[in-house]
C-alpha cells in the first residue's frame, strides 16, 4: 500500500528556517507530480508547491521567493525548504501526489496524502 510520510515540522521563530521531508514507500512516485499542501486552523486545505516528475516546480505566490521544492527520485524522497518564515505560514503540512502537474495542484484531484506535520512560527 501506498504510504507517504512527512517529517520535520517544529517550532521557529519569524524569520527562521525549516526543511520538510516527505518519504514516500510502498510503491515508487518517480513518475508521479508531488507537492504540499497546508491547513491552517479553521481555514481549508491550500495549494502551496508541486514538482513535476521531470522537476518543473510551481508555487502559490504567498511562498514564492521563500519555499523551494525539490525531490530526489531515486530516494522516493521530497523535500520542502521553507526560509524566510512567517506566522501565517503556521499550519500542517500535508505531503501530496498525483499523476499530472495540473492534478496536484488541486485538493480534489490530489489522490495520495500524508498524515500532516504542525509547522508553528512564532511572532
Known amino acids: 500500500q501506498a504510504q507517504l510520510v512527512e517529517s520535520g515540522g517544529g517550532l521557529v521563530q519569524a524569520g527562521g528556517s525549516l526543511r520538510l521531508s516527505c518519504a514516500a514507500s510502498?510503491?515508487?512516485?518517480?513518475?508521479?507530480?508531488m507537492g504540499w499542501f497546508r491547513q491552517a486552523p479553521g481555514k481549508e486545505r491550500e495549494f502551496a508547491a508541486a514538482?513535476?516528475?521531470?522537476?518543473?516546480?510551481y508555487y502559490t505566490d504567498s511562498v514564492k521567493g521563500r519555499f523551494a521544492i525539490s525531490r530526489d527520485n531515486a530516494k522516493n524522497t521530497m523535500y520542502l525548504q521553507m526560509n524566510t518564515l512567517k506566522p501565517e505560514d503556521t499550519a500542517v503540512y500535508y505531503c501530496?501526489?498525483?499523476?499530472?502537474?495540473?492534478?496536484?495542484?488541486?485538493?480534489?484531484?490530489?489522490?495520495?496524502w500524508g498524515q500532516g506535520t504542525q509547522v508553528t512560527v512564532s511572532s
Open positions: 514538482i513535476s516528475w521531470s522537476g518543473s516546480t
Open positions: 510502498g510503491r515508487t512516485f518517480s513518475t508521479y507530480s
Open positions: 501530496a501526489a498525483a499523476p499530472t502537474f495540473g492534478d496536484i495542484m488541486g485538493v480534489s484531484t490530489t489522490d495520495h
